[in-house]
């Protein structure tokens, strides 16, 4: 007959033991099962924060433990959240199916006289306020556009002194 503190001891191992064996990181095969488009949709560990995109097949593989939360995501797809089961963990294969999204507009309205010349239906168009690289977090320049053009050779009568840059930009229709 085991002494009680045989007992406890063996009680803490197998709890460390299996807590040791469900707290660590395990590579699941994951599969997207819908029969269309299923490359390039995302699959977001978002426990660990790890990513990984599907292939042309929508096989992926992705490290997790039991519990985690996986976010599977696509343009197409309404996004689908994945708790790690124990059987998912155990089997290391996750298989998910995705519901399709329908992006639509509520209303599009077109002008009554477009002409179908871009030029001129762009220019036609009327709007509140010219779209500035400000309003769209992009860095642009704000003065007034000017450029010097070079000419091709120098004004110091040194024929043989060309710059190659201005040949080209003058030969490519640049000025």
Same mark, same amino acid.
């Given at each position: 007959m @085991?002494q009680?503190?045989? /007992? ?5 191992? &197998?709890?460390?033991?299996v807590?040791? !064996? &469900? $707290?660590?990181n395990k ?6 099962? =819908?029969?269309? #488009?299923?490359? +390039?949709?995302?699959?977001? =560990?978002?426990? $660990?924060?790890?990513s990984v995109?599907? =292939?042309?097949k929508?096989?992926f593989t992705i490290?997790?433990k039991l =519990?985690d939360?996986?976010?599977?995501s696509?343009?197409m *797809?309404i996004p689908?959240?994945v708790?790690?089961?124990?059987t998912? *963990? ?5 298989i ?5 999204m329908?992006n639509?507009l509520a ?7 477009l002409? +179908?010349?871009?030029a !001129? ?5 009327k709007?509140?306020k010219m779209?500035q ?5 992009? @860095?642009?320049?704000k003065?007034? @556009?000017e450029? /010097?053009?070079?000419r091709? !050779?120098?004004?110091?009568?040194l024929?043989?002194a060309? #710059?190659?840059?201005?040949? *080209?930009?003058?030969l490519?229709g640049?000025y």
């Open positions: @085991p009680p503190k045989n /007992k406890l001891f063996f009680i803490v191992l &197998f709890f460390f033991m807590g040791t !064996v &469900f $707290s660590q590579v699941l095969k994951g599969q997207i099962t =819908n029969t269309t #488009d299923v490359e +390039g949709i995302h699959v977001i =560990n978002q426990s $660990s924060e790890e995109v599907t =292939n042309e929508g096989d490290s997790a =519990n939360t996986i976010l599977v696509s343009i *797809y689908k959240r708790i790690v089961s124990e998912s *963990y155990l089997q290391g294969e996750l998910v199916r995705l519901n399709e329908v639509e209303e599009v309205r077109l002008g009554t006289s002409t +179908g010349n871009l !001129v239906d762009a220019r036609n168009i709007t509140e779209l690289f400000d309003d769209v977090g992009i @860095p642009g320049f003065g007034k @556009p450029e /010097k053009i070079d091709l !050779v120098p004004s110091l009568g024929s043989s060309v #710059d190659l840059e201005v040949m *080209y930009k003058h490519s640049y």
